[in-house]
Structures are given as structure tokens and as C-alpha cells.
């Protein structure tokens, strides 16, 4: 018997950040959206726990250390039982690239381990296992659109009435977040408590690119092009190439380009191929993480 579920990539279209918190973390004030691309994590009874990529990927860790490890063991762990798994990963979302890969089979496999085992975890106990595990977690569980607060962990739905295009460019070389929040800490001694503004739930509201274009934000932005410069180059070319708005993608190095339709991100998408080969055009929003196979 075994389960499979497919957790979200996530973009942030508003990531605003605080002055670092004595436990090191930053207080957000984020705007969550899932968008088309998925990891799919299969689980399996086993004698012990391991991971498997269903293909070799460098920067993803094999041993205890891979957060849907810890995230079994979390399961485990709360219900008090004696189980383990295989955990197999086919991953579609870019590593370590701002898009909370990682995050995703993590919540992927606190639902596909429920499930298996059938052990009826609240909604309640599931967002709190997912934000002992990372800032990230508990929206790969809610996906849509969804405010982030505290560190990014609480997490609250909102409306969102747009039926939105992405081009997505992930880069060869991935970006660790601490290096790119220490970089945000250096280049902003003392920043203000941000605060989600009000023309970012209207631009959601009313469906419409070109509001939206305007309200996005992306504080991490410049730590993340002070570390990887070169990225400038690929945001112009975005924007040359026809997008309403070109961003980097949480703390990088992924780049996101919002399109007026599918058409215009197909296009634009085109445009990128030739430096990016792995570019992919991606709708939002989309679900969070859900069972897609029982066998
Ligand atoms: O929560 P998560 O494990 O994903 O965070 C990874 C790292 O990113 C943290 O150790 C911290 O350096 C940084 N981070 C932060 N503030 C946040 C979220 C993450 O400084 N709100």
C-alpha cells in the first residue's frame, strides 16, 4: 500500500521584511500564492525511514537531514507510534530556488503518512506540525492565495479572483535563504514592520494584471541580486520579452515574470528559453497539498 500526494511550488507576491528577531527569524508580512509546478511524494510502509528521488538532483539531501524525513518523524512523533517510510520524491519545483521545494514535500508527506496510516490528524494539528518544521510548511498545506504573518508561518486565506499566468525561470546555481536574509540584514540595518498594503487584496480582488503588476514587492530582492548580480540581466530580458512585471521569487534565485494571459506567457517563455532551457510557464492559484493516488 502506498500514497501519493502533490504539494505546490509557491511564489510570494508580497514579501515584506522586519528588523531580525532575537531568534533570528524576520517577521513577514507576506502574500502567498501556489502556482503549477508540483513535487509528488510517495510514501510506503518501510523497516526504517529513507528518501529517494525518483531522478539524482544535486542539493538534495538522501539522509535524515531532508525536511520530509523530519516531517515523518514530527508524525510520528505527536500520535506517540512506532512507524516508518520509504519517502519517494519526483520533484518538479526548482531547488533551493525561493519556491519552498522543500517545504512541499514536507507537507506533502505529513498528509500521504496521515493517510497511509490512518491516523485522522486535525487541519489544527497539521498547520502546527508543518510550522515546527519550517517557516514555509503550513502554507504548502493551505495553497491559493494566502496572507503569511509571525515568520511566514501563520497563515490566513484570501479572496482571489484572478486566474494568473507566470513564467518561471529557475537558475542552475541555487541560493541558501539564511545567506540571503544575512545579506537583507546588511543592506537594512533597521527596516520598518511591514505591513501588506491595501491596493495588493484589491489588485487580488478584481483579477487584473496590470493592478496586480503594481502592487507586488519583493524586499529580499536586492540582497538577493547584491549576492547573484547577474540576475538583472535575465529580469530585463523578461520585460523585454513582453511581461507586465519582473521579480525574483522569494529569496532566489528562481525569477518570475507575470503575463497578461496564457498566450503572453507562452511567448514570453519563448523569449527566455535560449539562456534558460528550463523556463516554465505556470497558472496560480492552485491547491495546496492533496492526495492524488492510493495503490
Ligand atoms: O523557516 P525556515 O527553516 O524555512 O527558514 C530557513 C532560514 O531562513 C532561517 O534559518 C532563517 O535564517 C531564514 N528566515 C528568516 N526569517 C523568516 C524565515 C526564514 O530569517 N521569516
Known amino acids: 500500500m502506498s500514497v501519493t500526494v502533490r504539494a505546490p511550488a509557491k511564489i510570494n507576491l508580497y514579501l515584506g521584511v522586519g528588523p531580525r528577531r532575537p531568534d533570528g527569524f524576520h517577521p513577514l508580512a507576506t ?27 544535486a542539493g538534495v539531501p538522501l539522509d535524515d537531514s531532508n525536511l520530509a524525513v523530519k516531517a515523518g518523524r514530527a ?23 525561493g519556491m519552498a521545494g522543500g517545504s512541499a514535500d514536507a507537507a506533502a508527506t505529513l498528509v500521504a503518512l496521515d493517510r497511509l496510516w490512518e491516523l485522522g ?22 495553497g491559493g492565495t494566502a496572507a503569511g504573518s509571525g ?10 479572483d484572478g486566474s494568473w ?10 541560493l541558501s535563504t539564511p545567506s540571503v536574509y544575512a545579506a537583507y540584514d546588511r543592506l537594512h540595518p533597521s527596516p520598518p514592520v511591514p505591513e501588506i498594503p491595501a491596493v495588493m487584496y484589491d489588485a487580488l480582488r478584481r483579477g487584473v494584471p496590470d493592478h496586480l503588476a503594481v502592487a507586488v ?35 532566489g534565485p528562481t525569477t518570475l515574470y507575470l503575463c497578461e494571459d496564457a498566450d503572453n506567457a507562452r511567448a514570453v517563455a519563448a523569449a527566455l528559453r535560449d539562456g534558460h532551457p528550463d523556463v516554465r510557464v505556470a497558472a496560480a492559484p492552485v491547491a495546496g497539498a492533496h492526495v492524488v493516488s492510493y495503490a
Not at 508524525?75 to 530556488?97: F, M, N, T, W
Not at 498547520?127 to 510548511?137: H, I, P, Q, R, Y
Open 151 to 160: 515568520r511566514g508561518e501563520v497563515v490566513t486565506p484570501l479572496q482571489d
Open 217 to 251: 514587492r519583493n524586499d529580499l530582492e536586492d540582497a538577493t541580486l547584491d549576492l547573484r548580480p547577474e540576475l538583472e540581466d535575465t529580469l530585463q530580458a523578461g520585460m523585454r520579452a513582453g511581461a507586465i512585471i519582473a521579480m525574483v521569487s522569494g529569496s
Open 165 to 174: 499566468w507566470w513564467v518561471v525561470v529557475p537558475d542552475d546555481e541555487g
Open 75 to 97: 508524525l510520528v512523533a505527536h500520535h506517540g507510534i512506532d512507524r516508518r517510510a520509504r519517502i519517494e520524491i519526483h520533484k518538479g519545483i526548482p531547488v533551493a530556488g
Open 31 to 57: 502574500v502567498y500564492q501556489a502556482v503549477g509546478l508540483y513535487d509528488d511524494v510517495t510514501v510506503t510502509d518501510a523497516e526504517d525511514w529513507s528518501v529517494v528521488l525518483s531522478e539524482p538532483i
Open 121 to 142: 490528524t486535525s487541519d489544527h494539528d497539521l498547520l502546527t506540525l508543518a510550522a515546527g518544521l519550517g517557516s514555509d510548511v503550513p502554507f504548502a498545506l493551505v
